[in-house]
């Protein structure tokens, strides 16, 4: 135990050059992290990306896009040609509604009716599409359907004076406001989500539709990404008037963007943890040499080798867990800046290729904090460079022999 | 009266290669020490193997020819772990620039080699308070070397020679970085250590004006003991 005590009062012999050398290794650590991290959430995004819409195609009326989408119907039979095709394993309907107000400063909303009520709610802007998340109260749940309950946009709740738990009437029915969600654009929080089946009693009363069975956009849940292809081109033979599109080639643009950061991240962690591993090893080196007097002494008062080694070992620790612990602390208070400095332009494309779920992506990606993963991260990198910087000041330490480190000037 | 025989040096040689020319540091040598409570110096000029033969005795070094022979058994055999014993219990180092650590006290430099030892704290400090007390430097005893002078770092520096209690205490040149008068004292000091503890102090010196101080003397010349006075 006194062996680790004088290692470690050690590290104060030269207090300048060992600030220096923690500062320095402290930054290595910190960008490792913070490129660990980085890739990590990357890494998930792009699985998330995947999995959430490349199986996914839309299909609305054609050229209806933007606002003129809700007032386009898709055709009667077009549910029934959808679910004859094979390889589709759902089907979330839409009813893109518009709705004008002129007593209200924002006087054009959107509402959307949805079925299965439980689908994943879809921001209807500018001709993208994207996943909104929920500020207050809740999402919709199975028992919601038939219920008229309603998630309204923050801007629509805040410009008809709505909150969580208030009521809006509607064409005679009164809907319930469960939730308010942010999707990130004006035109977006202006929408309101319904059931289905009353924003189609909505959409006949205000003649935007001819009946209350039409809907305006399908999204086709496909079993697998490898048959995406093939349900698009039969979607396309089947379906007569309407635009079949599908998410693949944005989430392949996106992807491709995501695996370029993740890749960069781990090349730049790999490259800091390099960097410090140089660091440590230089000090280390530098240290043995100038003690190897000491070493001499050490042994020729009756230190064994192992005692020596430990010295060195304990000593590199200490200083590569001091520098472990200034890399997480720069790393909690400055990563997130650093994130979007790297990674701005490429989050910015992101949220341009993908819409909702692009800016969400882009969100994942800046949402950096200090969790018992980073600690982890950073301890395990203060021991293996801790391991690495020991290993040649200690096997110096060990062959020395005792006269000729003496001889050592 | 019987001495034990502590070191016994049998036709030792030490080379040392400098480019295409061999030094014979140590030439075939035999010699032994026994445990005599006595004062030896060896002499000799510089480069004449002093040191050499010093860190053979010391096991700090291994002969390239010959035999030493410590409690009947060749020191070439021994394993790293048996020469750190050795050198832990059995023999205490004085060296010319004192090899003080420099960021430990010199309560804690007499420490250290009870630390080895595995002596607990407690017990380590009192016999290292003791010590210093011993060699007049115990008001000293919280400051770190560079704050000693010559005289007081070396007084420290025997001290911690004789922390573990060793048989033999090798002191090379002890006096080389000290004014005459303390370098008078510090082998005077040897000397009464010698006897009053039983210890067999060995110097190495080229210092002709101390021998007269000391109870043998060696004259060691190109590597051989020539002379015995």
Redesign the interface.
């Known amino acids: 135990m006194r062996t680790v005590f004088r290692a470690i009062r050690n590290i104060y012999r030269s207090p300048t050059r060992t600030i220096l050398i923690i500062a320095v290794l402290g930054l290595a650590i910190g960008i490792s992290i913070t490129m660990q991290q980085t890739a990590t959430i990357v890494s998930a995004t792009s699985k998330a990306l995947k999995e959430n819409i490349q199986t996914l195609i839309e299909v609305r009326a054609e050229g209806a896009t933007g606002m003129g989408r809700g007032v386009q119907p898709l055709a009667e039979d077009t549910v029934e040609k959808i679910e004859d095709i094979p390889n589709i394993i759902g089907l979330e309907k839409y009813l893109y509604v518009r709705r004008v107000d002129n007593t209200k400063k924002y006087t054009v909303s959107v509402i959307s009716g949805l079925y299965p009520i439980t689908s994943e709610l879809r921001v209807n802007s500018h001709g993208e599409v994207g996943a909104p998340t929920i500020v207050k109260g809740r999402a919709f749940r199975e028992d919601d359907e038939g219920n008229n309950a309603a998630i309204a946009g923050t801007i629509f709740a805040q410009e008809n004076n709505l909150d969580v738990g208030s009521s809006f009437e509607l064409d005679g029915e009164t809907l319930d406001i469960i939730g308010i969600f942010d999707s990130g654009f004006v035109f977006g929080d202006n929408q309101i989500f319904i059931p289905l089946d009353t924003a189609q009693k909505f959409a006949v009363s205000q003649e935007y539709i001819p009946d209350e069975t039409r809907i305006s956009q399908i999204f086709v849940v496909v079993n697998s990404v490898d048959n995406v292809p093939l349900v698009e081109k039969t979607l396309r033979e089947q379906l007569d008037d309407v635009d079949v599109l599908s998410g693949q080639k944005n989430v392949f643009l996106a992807s491709e963007a995501l695996s370029t950061i993740q890749r960069e991240s781990f090349y730049g962690s790999y490259f800091t943890v390099l960097i410090s591993a140089l660091i440590i090893i230089f000090t280390m080196v530098l240290i043995g040499r100038e003690r190897t007097k000491e070493i001499g002494i050490l042994k020729a008062i009756g230190a064994s080798n192992g005692e020596v080694a430990k010295q060195f070992i304990v000593e590199t620790s200490a200083i590569a867990i001091l520098g472990s612990i200034f890399g997480i602390i720069l790393f909690a208070f400055f990563a997130p800046f650093l994130a979007n400095s790297l990674l701005g332009l490429s989050t910015t494309s992101l949220t341009g290729l993908s819409g909702g779920m692009g800016a969400q992506a882009a969100d994942d990606i800046l949402s950096f904090s200090i969790s018992a993963k980073v600690i982890l991260s950073g301890v395990l990198l203060g021991i293996l460079l801790a391991i690495i910087g020991s290993i040649y000041p200690v096997y110096r330490a060990v062959k020395l022999k005792p006269a000729e480190a003496l001889r050592y000037e | 009266m019987s001495m034990n025989k502590l070191i016994e040096l049998k036709n030792v040689s030490k080379i040392f290669k400098q480019g295409d020319t061999v030094i014979r540091a140590v030439d075939n040598v035999t010699w032994s020490i026994e445990d005599s409570g006595k004062l030896i110096a060896i002499v000799g000029p510089s480069g004449s193997g002093k040191t050499?033969l010093l860190?053979l005795l010391?096991a700090?070094?291994i002969p390239d020819q010959g035999e030493v022979i410590i409690e009947g058994k060749n020191i070439s055999h021994f394993s790293?772990?048996q020469l750190?014993?050795y050198?832990?219990?059995k023999i205490?180092?004085v060296?010319q620039s004192y090899?003080l650590?420099?960021?430990?006290t010199a309560l804690e430099n007499v420490m250290?080699?009870m630390?080895?030892?595995r002596m607990p704290?407690e017990q380590a400090e009192k016999r290292a308070e003791e010590l210093l007390r011993e060699l007049k430097i115990e008001h000293r005893k919280n400051q770190k070397p560079p704050k000693l002078s010559g005289g007081e770092q070396q007084r420290v520096a025997i001290a911690?020679?004789l922390a573990?209690d060793p048989d033999i205490v090798l002191a090379d040149e002890p006096t080389g970085n000290l004014d005459s008068r303390t370098g008078r004292e510090i082998i005077q000091l040897l000397k009464n250590l010698a006897r009053t503890k039983n210890k067999t102090v060995i110097v190495v010196t080229h210092d002709e004006g101390i021998v007269e101080i000391v109870d043998e003397k060696y004259i060691l010349r190109d590597g051989k003991i020539i002379a015995q006075a």
Not at chain 2, 101 to 104: A, F, G
């Open positions: 050499t860190n010391g700090l070094d790293e772990k750190s014993e050198r832990k219990r205490g180092f060296f090899n650590i420099p960021n430990l250290l080699p630390e080895f030892l704290r911690r020679a573990n």
